[in-house]
T-cell receptor, first 117, second 113 residues
């Protein structure tokens, strides 16, 4: 089925370890996003990529890096994990920023549940 | 700064209407959205409304926008057990690649038999 695929679904890390969260979409969408979801706080944007080859910081970028490897893939890296990064991470994509609201919903993956001990 | 606020919980009886409310602060919002999140899943866009509209209806869903009061609501008619989920209100400004969607903290809707 077409959509946004995130791997892994669950991960436990120790403080200081590094990890890359993978995201891929097969809808030929231009823009991709990484969010984190914490209890009682909704979703907060970490980084986004408006198109292949570009990335920009969102609301909470500290402690993260991203790579837009190609049009399909957008990865999120934690270089030195901290307990404050325990969260559920969602990747999303849209065809392009203009179509986002008009005709193309923002497609979300099912999330990666990350715990940092 | 931008802020979107929702109440955390709502409980309704099966068959009744549910009304989920949201307030936002940014008067330059161009689109407002409602998303649904079921347990263990990502967000699903339910509906959206452009800021120059007052109302939008889509089957059991009715969105009302009061731009003067910066108030958005989602009414679900004939609420069913399958409607149990967290509902997020969100807003964005403009079309540029720099625009982003700001989410509320979500309202958990539970259905009583």
């Amino acid at each position: 089925n077409a959509g946004v695929t995130q791997t892994p679904k669950f991960q436990v890390l120790k403080t200081g370890q590094s990890m890359t969260l993978q995201c891929a979409q097969d809808m030929n969408h231009n823009s991709m996003y990484w969010y984190r979801q914490d209890p009682g706080m909704g979703l907060r944007l970490i980084y986004y990529s408006a198109s292949e080859g570009t990335t920009d910081k969102g609301e909470v970028p500290n402690g993260y890096n991203v790579s837009r490897l190609n049009k399909r893939e957008f990865s999120l890296r934690l270089e030195s994990a901290a307990p404050s990064q325990t969260s559920v991470y969602f990747c999303a994509s849209v065809a392009n920023a203009r179509d986002r609201a008009v005709s193309q919903p923002q497609h979300f993956g099912d999330g990666t549940r990350l715990s940092i001990l | 700064g931008e802020d979107v606020e929702q109440s955390l919980f709502l409980s309704v009886r099966e068959g009744d209407s549910s009304v989920i409310n949201c307030t936002y602060t940014d008067s330059s919002s161009t689109y407002l959205y409602w998303y649904k999140q079921e347990p263990g899943a990502g967000l699903q866009l339910l509906t959206y409304i452009f800021s120059n509209m007052d109302m939008k209806q889509d089957q059991r869903l009715t969105v009302l926008l009061n731009k003067k009061d910066k108030h958005l609501s989602l009414r679900i008619a004939d609420t069913q057990t399958g409607d149990s989920a967290i509902y997020f209100c969100a807003e964005s400004q403009g079309y540029s690649s720099a625009s982003k969607i700001i989410f509320g903290s979500g309202t958990r809707l539970s259905i009583r038999p």
